[in-house]
Nanobody
Framework: VSLQACGGGLVQAAGSLRLSCVFS???????????MGWFRQTPGKEREFVAA????????MYGNSVKGRFTISRDNAKNTVYLQMNSLKPEDTAVYYC????????????????????WGQGTLVTVSS
């Protein structure tokens, strides 16, 4: 099982980036069996919830700091979850992590990092002012 995130980089404030995360699942399971999330972290701070999505994109949650600017989506045929980030701000600078939790539906606690079983290696997003 592995998650591989990519798409980070340096962008100016008000710009956009799209992160991708490919999930190699256990044999016998499918990507659609997992709810997916994005979190971010800066040095010295706890991991912050960004967004979560259920198995068929029917239920989505966002952290308050990114609502209206970020969009999470998934393509089950490609085992991939995306995070489209628009109107980026310097305070969005962080390492972004994708995460997977076995189970289809978003449930209470989907915004809590400890609920997720699998994590990607992180991709750095830097927003310059």
């Amino acid at each position: 099982v592995s998650l591989q995130a990519c798409g980070g980089g340096l962008v100016q404030a008000a710009g956009s980036l799209r992160l991708s995360c490919v999930f190699s699942v256990y044999p016998g399971r499918t990507f659609s069996s997992y709810r997916m999330g994005w979190f971010r972290q800066t040095p010295g701070k706890e991991r912050e919830f960004v967004a979560a999505i259920d198995w068929n994109s029917g239920s989505i949650m966002y952290g308050n700091s990114v609502k209206g600017r970020f969009t999470i989506s998934r393509d089950n045929a490609k085992n991939t979850v995306y995070l489209q980030m628009n109107s980026l701000k310097p305070e969005d600078t962080a390492v972004y992590y994708c995460a997977a939790d076995y189970g289809r539906d978003i449930r209470p606690g989907a915004n809590e990092a400890h609920r997720y079983d699998y994590w990607g290696q992180g991709t750095l997003v830097t927003v310059s002012s």
